[in-house]
């Protein structure tokens, strides 16, 4: 790191099923998204993350690992999606059907 190059603060962000880990450090302007991920220590503390695989997102804009972040930045590590959300909702849209049919 180049004490003449600024900082700036950004977040990593993970979100799992029951809680969300927040990482924030400050890393010099031009360093890009997989590096700032990297640095930040979460690929050791969850190894299930890939970054082949795993979407990565700032503010829910999906953005490539040689972007680069901006001071605030909140970098989100998307977990792959384990069933489709329009299946799911389909699913509890029948369920509820059951359940009215067997009330009346």
Do not use: C, F, W
């Amino acid at each position: 790191m180049h004490s003449d190059q600024p900082l700036i603060h950004v977040e990593v962000v993970y979100a799992l099923p029951n809680m969300q880990r927040v990482l924030k450090l400050a890393v010099v302007a031009d360093t890009p998204i997989q590096e700032i991920i990297e640095q930040s220590g979460i690929l050791a503390m969850y190894p299930d993350i890939d970054l082949k695989k795993n979407k990565v997102g700032i503010y829910s804009r999906n953005v490539k690992l040689d972007g680069t972040a901006r001071e605030g930045d909140r970098i989100e590590i998307y977990r792959p999606l384990v069933a489709d959300p329009r299946e799911i909702r389909r699913k509890r849209a029948e369920q509820a059907k059951l359940e009215a049919d067997k009330n009346k």
